[in-house]
């Protein structure tokens, strides 16, 4: 049997992958689009910021609920804030967090 020598490819792609440490924050941006809830609110946002309580009457939950899930997607700066008073709206972060949606969905309905 005939050996094959993977070596120069090999070589390029050890070199080419990231660091352990940006694979790990990779794979916990990732982990914040695993819920729905939280996928809810992104598509909430497409449209233009919105404050708390009307995401809340939007997906029928709670203010605190929401709350708890707007705190994980700031940690994941997927979402930005700003406060106007008393209020605070909340928006995308920027584009790439529609385009990481877009290409999410462009790859689930590939195919059906």
Do not use: W
């Amino acid at each position: 049997m005939m050996k094959h020598d993977h070596s120069e490819l090999l070589s390029r792609v050890k070199n080419d992958l990231p660091t352990d440490e940006l694979l790990c924050d990779l794979s916990d941006l990732y982990k914040v689009f695993g819920d729905t809830t939280r996928l809810k609110i992104l598509f909430s946002l497409f449209e233009g910021e919105l404050c708390v309580c009307a995401i809340a009457e939007l997906l029928g939950m709670t203010q605190p609920a929401i709350s708890h899930q707007l705190k994980k997607l700031r940690k994941a700066e997927l979402v930005g804030s700003r406060r106007s008073g008393k209020m605070i709206y909340y928006s995308l972060a920027d584009n790439h967090v529609k385009a990481i949606m877009a290409q999410g969905f462009e790859h689930i309905l590939e195919g059906k």
